[in-house]
């Protein structure tokens, strides 16, 4: 009887390992086939953006850096795409030129004032300097 009970187990056993087998090679044909096979594509490209401000004395840009990914399914766009932002860069540039062609003509309007009530505490050209000199630090 224990013989007969060790050779039941032993083909059960076989059979088990058979079936197994079996399932496990079902499973690679389905996921090789399905892998193939895809109906959907994530797109993804690089993204770039620049935005901001341009005036006469000064340029304020945020430059976005990132990528953006859409989905597609079956070759169609599917839902809206996504950018995703990885940095961005805060530009501030003063325009030096403008500043003092402004501060000339700021210099040639004082002057040709008529009124005695007119009183400069200093020099325009020097504090046109100054507006320089303590914005530079700041860009730093």
């Known amino acids: 009887m224990k013989d ?30 399905g892998s193939r096979e895809s109906d959907f594509v994530i797109h993804v490209e690089a993204y770039k953006n620049t935005d901001g401000k341009k005036s006469y004395f000064q340029q304020n840009q945020v430059m976005e850096i990132g990528y953006i990914y859409r989905l597609f399914v079956k070759g169609v766009p599917s839902l809206d795409p996504h950018i995703q932002i990885v940095e961005r860069i805060k530009l501030s540039e003063l325009n030096e030129h403008n500043v003092n062609s402004a501060i000339s003509k700021l210099d040639t309007v004082i002057s040709k004032i008529p009124s005695p009530h007119l009183k400069l505490a200093g020099n325009i050209k020097d504090f046109g300097n100054e507006i320089l000199k303590t914005i530079k630090p700041k860009r730093k």
């Open 4 to 33: 007969k009970e060790i050779d039941f187990q032993k083909e059960r056993n076989l059979i088990l390992d058979q079936i197994r087998s079996e399932k496990q090679d079902e499973f690679d044909k389905g996921y090789a086939s």
